[in-house]
Nanobody, 118 residues
């Protein structure tokens, strides 16, 4: 059974960099045509797409965030990591990782709450 689990700090300070890890079980993250994405839900916005790491190693970022975003993968650990730099309080929200087949999202993590506060 495919399972995605987000993990990382629940509280980070403004100006710091957030690092969240999506641990994938039940399937290899290199399986062809399946991609991994990050979303977030903030108090100010509806669900917002952050970016994607493709199965072939390519990546795509939300242009509103791309200067601050890095999504990487560790194929040995079967993990996908989100890094979001220059944090502000507006980055507070619930962050989700997801898996899709290029047509629709098949799996979601349950999300992890991140609070940016001094």
């Amino acid at each position: 059974q495919v399972h995605l689990q987000e993990s990382g700090p629940g509280l980070v300070k403004p100006s710091q960099t957030l690092s969240l890890t999506c641990t994938v079980s039940g399937v290899s993250i290199t399986t062809a045509y399946y991609d991994y994405m990050w979303f977030r839900q903030t108090p100010q916005r509806a669900l917002e797409w952050i970016g994607a790491r493709k199965f072939n190693g390519n990546y795509y970022y939300n242009p509103q965030l791309r200067n601050r975003v890095s999504i990487t993968r560790d194929t040995t650990r079967n993990e996908v990591t989100l890094r979001l730099s220059s944090l502000a309080t507006e980055d507070t929200g619930v962050y989700y990782c997801a898996r899709d087949d290029n047509y629709h999202i098949e799996n979601w993590g349950k999300g992890t709450l991140v609070i940016v506060s001094s």
